[in-house]
């Protein structure tokens, strides 16, 4: 290996000196400052190949020997040398020799001490065979088991990893989606409400009626072409009565008779509303084809009430607790005309709704169960507690408080998209007087005109904002049922 020094006042000059002298491939070994001048050694790439390289005589250039252990045959085993000849031993001088007596025979003489050995000489065996058989130590075994579980657990956990990932990727698709469709709705609604002041109107009228902003919007978009707000206002009537269902008379309950259980939610007037039926039913049956049960055992007093309108009416009440004694109550009654069941009021959030809808359902009898809504409560209530006691199917509704309330679109509204059979309407505590039947054209013909006043409250402003929430109607499936032909 031939290095070369290199000096020169700065760094550039001294690489120049190093590529003239070993050419631009040079090495360079080190580049440090020296009594102010640039010290610099290189190698030429001619002596670096060369030691990267060793030569063919060398050592180095040798093939690997092989490692591996092999067991040995017995061809390779060695035959041990024989021992040589032991030498004849030479005779003592004669002043050394023993006298007669001291002298023992020849196998009784003692060995020589380089012979002598207490225990025996074991076999001599070949070096290389020694290292051979030596015992190796066993290297440790693979275990199977625990790589799969820890593949396992790996794929496992990219997995989790993925789908959280996907999660909140499609959480954030959703809302730019929603983003999107309410800014677009808010536009396109303030484009028809400036071409079209009379689908304004209208929705203005039917959102201060209490009917909801989603059907609403979805009968504004219906409106055929041409027509002012009055015309407008009248289809949209007529619309609305053609998708409420009503009770046309009495024989489907009076004439017809059967099990009949009001359910709802406390407060709604289930008590007085039986009572009510059950005097329809005297007054054109007689109060023996009547009987009366009631399950309020929680309420204090609650069966109570009942019972006096019974004695009233001259029918005897029947108390039942659980789905044992209705059984056998409705057994005991099978003869009569027509059976009444006051239900124990409860919140449409209470998980007791599915039971007391199951114990209706497999009392062994056909209850039909007539659903109080009550007036005064929002849309959103009220949806909520169709969806509770619905279970496999109610027979029809009865609207109550409709006297305490200020406006009943929002019933309207749940029984147009709902698809439930108004029977009765009940507008006063008197018994059983304010008990009539329904009829859809009054009932329409009334939600508008108890609020018309307060359809200034919304301003032309406000409707683009509150139609743009509501999103892509046509998923609503509420409303893919109601008829606008």
């Known amino acids: 290996m031939n290095v070369k020094k290199f000096t020169a006042a700065t760094s550039r000059e001294a690489l120049r000196k190093v590529r003239e002298a070993l050419g631009p491939d040079a090495v360079i070994l080190s580049n440090r400052p020296v009594d102010g001048v640039v010290e610099i050694l290189a190698l030429d790439n001619d002596d670096v190949a060369s030691l990267a390289s060793p030569s063919p005589e060398s050592e180095m250039a040798a093939p690997r020997p092989n490692l591996r252990m092999q067991e040995p045959t017995f061809d390779d085993l060695e035959p041990a040398p024989a021992p040589a000849p032991r030498p004849a031993a030479r005779p003592a ?20 001490p380089l012979y002598e050995m207490d225990e025996p000489v074991a076999p001599a065996v070949s070096p290389t065979y020694a290292n051979r058989r030596a015992p190796q130590p066993e290297a440790p075994a693979f275990d199977m088991a625990a790589m799969t579980a820890m593949m396992s657990a790996a794929i496992a956990q990219a997995k989790e990893s993925a789908a959280a990932e ?15 469709e309410s800014q677009l709705a808010e536009l396109s609604w303030g484009t028809t409400q400036q071409r079209e002041p009379q689908k304004a109107a209208v929705l203005r009228e039917m959102l201060a009626a209490g009917f909801s902003a989603s059907l609403s919007r ?27 269902t009503t009770m046309a008379d009495e024989d489907a309950i009076l004439d017809r008779g059967g099990v009949f259980a009001l359910v709802g939610p406390t407060g709604v007037g289930k008590t007085t509303t039986t009572a009510k039926l059950a005097a329809r039913c005297v007054m054109r049956h007689g109060p023996e084809k009547l009987a009366l049960i009631t399950t309020d055992a929680y309420r204090i007093g609650g069966h109570e009430q009942l019972r006096i309108y019974g004695k009233i009416l001259g029918v005897m009440v029947h108390s039942v607790k659980d789905e044992a004694d209705l059984r056998i109550a409705l057994k005991e009654l099978r003869n009569k005309h027509t059976v009444l069941i006051d239900t124990i009021g409860m919140s449409q959030r209470d998980q007791m709704v599915t039971e007391q809808v199951a114990m209706l359902t497999e009392s062994g009898a056909d209850v039909k169960r007539l659903l109080c809504l009550n007036a005064t409560s929002t849309n959103e209530t009220l949806n909520e507690v169709v969806r509770a006691y619905q279970g496999t199917g109610l027979a029809g509704c009865i609207m109550t408080k409709m006297d305490e309330a200020a406006s009943i679109g929002n019933v309207l509204d749940v029984l147009v998209r709902q698809k439930l059979n108004l029977h009765y309407i009940s507008n006063g505590q008197r018994v059983p007087e304010d008990l009539h039947l329904a009829d859809r054209a009054m009932l329409v013909d009334r939600a ?4 018309r006043d307060a359809a200034a409250q919304f301003a032309d402003a406000d409707l683009p904002l509150m139609m743009a929430g509501l999103g892509n109607l046509n998923n609503d499936r509420s409303l893919r049922e109601v008829y606008v032909g």
């Open 218 to 244: 979805y009968l504004i978009d219906k409106l055929p072409a041409g027509k002012d707000a009055a015309e407008s206002l009248r289809w949209v009537k007529t619309v609305l009565a053609r998708n409420i």
């Open 93 to 112: 001088p004669r002043a050394f020799q023993e006298a007669p007596a001291a002298r023992q025979p020849l196998d009784r003489q003692p060995l020589n």
């Open 448 to 451: 508008f005109r108890t609020k």
């Open 166 to 180: 996907m999660h909140g990727m499609m959480n954030e698709i959703r809302a730019m989606r929603g983003m999107m």
